[in-house]
């Protein structure tokens, strides 16, 4: 069984990593079973964040702001992981990010994990929600505020340490870590024509939109690009110098 391992969680502006960001990330360094050290932060993703967004995490514009960008931590991350496997509910949702993050600053972030959710599968009855929230309560483990990255990375934490107790002796397979496979591709910056072509398509459509361009990658320029003109056609006429001041 693993009892050396980082509990990490993490808070994002939606639920797929090739189209989203990172907002807060917590990482809890666990060594035979007791937490010794944690990294934690919220992070800018250099875009509004979404009314749900704001209600279930309870994280506002205000809040990340002045917080570091990605590209500014990710290295920290990483270092602060090492070489422990990764522990969380799901686990695969948080290394998604995490690994393109690290993948897009050139760096390499291959990883074992522990998922949470895989193994309430195996020991919770079927008609019990496998959620953390009521895993941690099918299994009396105490949980602060839901859906902020610390709070969460602690309550899975404490979820395996039960579950271990519980079933580890018969079931010590059920424990160990696996190597967590997710492909990255490193993102490229949209191109200068890009931006200004999307930036004239954005003005000729009179749309706002609450990322900023210069923070997006090549792929994501071309998406929504591709999105406008399919919803509201192809520029009219020529964005005149003028009009783009």
Do not use: W
């Amino acid at each position: 069984m693993t009892n050396s391992y980082i509990a990490l969680d993490l808070e994002t502006t939606g639920l797929e990593a090739r189209l989203e960001k990172i907002t807060e990330i917590a990482a809890l360094r666990v060594v035979d079973g007791r937490v010794e050290e944690r990294f934690v932060t919220l992070v800018n993703p250099m875009r509004q964040l979404g009314e749900r967004i704001r209600e279930l995490t309870g994280i506002t514009d205000d809040m990340v702001k002045d917080a570091p960008v990605i590209e500014d931590i990710i290295g920290d991350a990483v270092r602060f992981c090492g070489n422990l496997p990764l522990l969380g509910h799901n686990i695969l949702f948080d290394y998604a990010f995490l690994k393109r993050a690290a993948v897009n600053s050139g760096l390499d972030f291959e990883r074992e994990g522990i998922d949470t959710l895989g193994i309430c599968r195996l020991f919770m009855p079927a008609d019990v929600k496998r959620n953390l929230t009521c895993a941690c309560s099918f299994y009396e483990v105490s949980q602060s505020t839901a859906h902020r990255a610390q709070a969460d990375a602690e309550a899975a934490h404490g979820l395996y340490q039960a579950m271990m107790v519980r079933h580890g002796r018969e079931h010590p397979e059920a424990f160990a870590a696996k190597p967590l496979i997710y492909k990255a591709k490193r993102e490229q910056p949209p191109t200068k024509r890009q931006k200004e072509y999307l930036h004239d398509l954005l003005k000729c459509h009179r749309i706002d939109i609450a990322v900023q361009i210069d923070a997006m990658s090549r792929g994501e320029v071309s998406r929504m690009i591709d999105n406008i003109i399919s919803r509201y056609g192809r520029m009219t006429r020529r964005i005149s110098g003028e009009q783009k001041d």
